[in-house]
Nanobody, 124 residues
């Protein structure tokens, strides 16, 4: 079992930056593909960014490409999502997810483990 605990997020004005982190406990994180998703009120959870278990491949939603960066530190069992040039439409609850031995996974249904969610609010 892997437990994912998120932190960070918060509120910022448009154009600002925030980061969210996701710390894993229970198992080593180095064998897990990781992903970030977000869910705005009244909308379905959508893909944001993902990285393969090896860290060699990653993918980003077109809406965040060039502004968001997913990174991981296997020694610290932590992944981060750095969000720059934030827009009001980035406002959502952000979730990290993990799956053992996965490649770049953009579908929610393929992840086994989820963080508790972190609110990100961007005001105009």
């Amino acid at each position: 079992q892997v437990q994912l605990v998120q932190s960070g997020g918060g509120s910022v004005q448009a154009g600002g930056s925030l980061s969210v982190s996701c710390a894993a406990s229970g198992r080593t994180f180095s064998n897990y593909a990781v992903g970030w998703f977000r869910q705005a009120p009244w909308k379905v959870r959508e893909f944001v960014a993902a990285m393969s278990w090896s860290g060699g491949s990653s993918n980003y939603a077109d809406s965040v490409k060039g502004r968001f960066t997913l990174s991981r530190d296997n020694a610290e069992n932590t992944v981060w999502l750095q969000m720059n040039s934030l827009k009001p439409e980035d406002t959502a609850v952000y979730y990290c997810a993990a799956r053992k031995w996965g490649e770049v996974i953009t579908s929610t249904s393929q992840y086994n483990y989820w963080g508790q969610g972190t609110q990100v609010t961007v005001s105009s």
